[in-house]
């Protein structure tokens, strides 16, 4: 899970795209779907080897996006207690948002970062991030972000790319179709580095887009690899 943007649209809608990058032999997820998982209707691409996810949306009017690692590179150990997707799940359902993050136990669960887009009564953005030792919750401003992953990218590959992020602002063209192409393309010509990752063993795998707009959220997950894309439709929540 490696590179997340977030475009406001205006005081009430965004567009959320997240690339996905992981081992190319890692057992392939399913398109997204609609569960109902302890009385809370979720719609995710479901992993296909843990069984989390790492971007769901909730009837809690609520959409949380995962980026493996925290704010810099760690070594993962061989086991953890619970994958970082069903962490994820559990925030989706909470009643609460911020008061379950408060109360969550995260020892020994490995370092994460979350993007989380809350619109209960207004449009807010936060960054959760748990570096293995603590936990770090931030409310953003409503402006664009981009969010590279701790894991794949040193300071130096982060900068590159809001560097491009920000030369891509000034189309003003603030639509899904102009951002998916964005994470396309956005590059120098580098797989090892540009938002289409490929680095032999690992790559970009899916490509999800999330778009709330007035009174519906559409959903486009493209399978990179076999080249299928899923759009669909729901009712703001």
Not at 26 to 46: I, N, S, W
Not at 108 to 128: G, R, S
Request: hydrophobic share 40%; charged share 25%; with cysteine.
């Amino acid at each position: 899970m490696c590179t997340v943007t977030y475009l406001p649209l205006d005081k009430n809608n965004f567009i959320l795209t997240s690339n996905r990058d992981v081992p190319f032999d890692r057992k392939k997820a399913l398109a997204p779907l609609t569960y109902l998982e302890d009385g809370v209707k979720l719609t995710y691409p479901k992993d296909g080897e843990a069984g989390g996810t790492w971007i769901g949306i909730s009837d809690k009017n609520r959409l949380i996006c995962l980026l493996n690692g925290g704010f810099e590179y760690h070594t993962s150990k061989a086991n953890y207690r619970m994958s970082r997707g069903q962490i994820l799940k559990k925030l989706l359902k909470a009643p609460d948002l911020l008061a379950y993050i408060n109360e969550i136990d995260l020892i020994d669960i490995e370092p994460f970062t979350l993007v989380m887009v809350n619109w209960q009564h207004e449009l807010q953005l936060f960054e959760f991030v748990w570096d293995g030792s603590q936990k770090h919750l931030k409310k953003l401003p409503q402006e664009p972000q981009i969010w590279s992953s701790a894991t794949l990218y040193d300071a130096g590959a982060k900068q590159l790319r809001q560097a491009w992020f920000k030369a891509w602002q000034l189309t003003n063209d603030f639509t899904k179709k102009a951002i998916l192409k964005f994470h396309h393309t956005a590059g120098i010509g580098d797989c090892k580095i540009d938002l289409m990752m490929n680095r032999g063993l690992g790559g970009t795998v899916s490509i999800t887009a999330v778009e709330k707009n007035k009174d519906c959220l559409s959903i486009d997950y493209e399978d990179v690899i076999s080249h299928k894309s899923t759009h669909f439709k729901l009712l703001t929540i």
